[in-house]
């Protein structure tokens, strides 16, 4: 039903920033839908970045990007985002957005209902 479409990885220096996009095509259901933000760097398991509430008032991001990066979302355009600032080697990976079914944000992969295919952000030192 929802499809979700990453964009705006790349190929960076550290240092650098980036925002990646994540287009929904859930429409006016958008807002009822939690988004979050995840990365996977070869041979590691899913990680959570970041997530935000279905009205955008709630966000919580991982500690390890704390203060360098910054999800948001806007409703009216079916968008979430996820500014990333101060780019370490450490973030590359290939990065998801994801949808629940409820406004409430969440850690854990495993309570969101719908997954982009993912974006590359690879950072070079």
């Known amino acids: 039903q929802v499809q979700l479409v990453e964009s705006g990885g790349g190929l960076v220096q550290a240092g650098a920033s980036l925002r990646l996009s994540c287009a929904a095509s859930?429409?006016?259901?958008?807002?009822?839908?939690?988004m979050g933000w995840f990365r996977q760097a070869p041979g590691k398991e899913r990680e959570f970045v970041a997530a935000?509430?279905?009205?955008?008032?709630?966000?919580s991001h991982a500690d390890s990007v704390k203060g360098r990066f910054t999800i948001s979302r806007d409703n009216a355009k079916n968008m979430a985002y996820l500014q990333m600032s101060n780019l370490k080697s450490e973030d590359t990976a290939v990065y998801y957005c994801a949808a629940r079914r409820t406004m409430a944000w969440a850690k854990s992969p495993h309570e969101y209902d719908y997954w982009g295919q993912g974006t590359q952000v690879t950072v070079s030192s």
């Open positions: 859930a429409g006016r259901t958008f807002r009822n839908q939690a």
């Open positions: 935000i509430s279905g009205g955008g008032g709630i966000t």
